[in-house]
């Protein structure tokens, strides 16, 4: 396991919360590549095994009703906001009772209750969206706040720039995170860019920016939280870089033979959850058996979460003509 490295900022309480949340990430993820290859998930699948601390170190950092909006690596993001597991299950299943209807499956979660506005399967077509949201915040005074997760692929987009030069140039309140595991599919960010310290295209827009070492809840919690004063206070945006790492290819299609085991293991030996199981343990806040029962809890959870999806029914047909327009007297959406 990875060595542990205690922080006096943080209590016990917060270490035990990231290490249920990233454990329950994690459980999930590896039940859902499971099911995959079961041929129980269809469409496509993008698991976040290896990126936990990225979610749940920001989580703790942000408040209640800010806004979350992703790309299509979606599944950890609503599971930490306190969505309930089954839901996104089902939706996985593409089931009636997911968390979007069923319709959206694994590229597609939504969840307003939880501030999560959804996972979106165009590559950086996230971006300006975040900007809009975070504009909402500021047009209505809330003091709230939109953060923005992309891959290192997405920054490539010409969206990605507008989004930076309109949030800054009007001060809006978000925080945009690339989420750079190193690879955009199965291409290094070595071979796509000469800038491979992607924090520093927010230099253009002399916009602050950070990069962070995601693999520890704690980084990501001090920098986000750092950001989201600054657009709190109505300074604008942040942008900020998350060193991350995938441990599975970039979707359930994809054998990542373009990365050597030297390289997967050496991000293993930083792995999150491990990290934070090391803290726990060497301030004597819980017991190995202790956590150990935590583990099996989670993993109860997330077989119940199947059974429900197993069991649920799919939408009906005429469920495709609903929630495509605002009008609920939409003609073709009768039964």
């Known amino acids: 396991m990875a060595k542990a490295k205690t922080s006096s900022k943080f209590s016990k309480e917060t270490y035990m919360t990231w290490y249920e949340q990233m454990l329950l990430m994690r459980r999930f993820e590896e039940k859902a590549g499971q099911l995959y290859g079961q041929q129980k998930i269809r469409g496509f699948c993008h698991l976040y095994i290896g990126q936990e601390a990225c979610v749940a170190g920001a989580v703790s950092a942000l408040e209640k009703d800010d806004k979350y909006i992703t790309s299509y690596r979606d599944h950890a993001h609503p599971l930490a906001l306190g969505t309930e597991p089954k839901r996104i299950m089902a939706e996985l299943y593409g089931k009636a009772t997911g968390v979007s209807k069923g319709k959206g499956g694994s590229m597609h979660m939504f969840d307003k209750e939880v501030g999560f506005v959804g996972g979106h399967g165009i590559v950086g077509g996230q971006v300006p969206l975040a900007a809009g949201l975070g504009f909402a915040e500021m047009y209505n005074e809330t003091g709230k706040l939109c953060i923005c997760y992309m891959g290192d692929g997405a920054v490539r987009q010409g969206a990605f720039h507008e989004a930076l030069n309109i949030a800054m140039t009007m001060k809006i309140p978000v925080i945009f995170v690339i989420e750079?595991?190193?690879?955009?599919?199965?291409?290094?960010?070595?071979?796509?860019?000469?800038?491979?310290?992607l924090n520093r295209l927010a230099d253009s827009y002399n916009m602050p920016n950070e990069s962070v070492d995601a693999m520890r809840p704690e980084d990501v919690h001090i920098a986000v939280e750092k950001a989201a004063k600054r657009a709190r206070r109505g300074?604008?945006?942040?942008?900020?870089?998350?060193?991350?790492?995938?441990?599975?290819?970039?979707?359930?299609?994809?054998?990542?033979?373009?990365?050597?085991?030297?390289?997967?293991?050496?991000?293993?030996?930083?792995?999150?959850?491990?990290?934070?199981?090391?803290?726990?343990?060497?301030?004597?806040?819980?017991?190995?058996e202790e956590l150990k029962a935590i583990d099996k809890r989670i993993k109860a959870r997330v077989l119940d979460a199947v059974k429900f999806a197993e069991e649920s029914p799919f939408p009906e047909p005429g469920e495709v003509y609903k929630d495509v327009y605002m009008q609920e007297d939409y003609p073709f959406a009768k039964d």
């Open 180 to 197: 750079n595991n190193g690879y955009a599919m199965g291409t290094s960010v070595a071979r796509t860019s000469n800038v491979t310290e």
């Open 235 to 288: 300074d604008g945006p942040t942008l900020l870089e998350f060193r991350t790492y995938r441990y599975k290819g970039h979707s359930m299609s994809d054998p990542a033979k373009y990365r050597t085991k030297e390289e997967l293991a050496q991000y293993k030996a930083k792995d999150p959850i491990d990290h934070c199981h090391d803290v726990i343990v060497e301030n004597k806040w819980a017991a190995e």
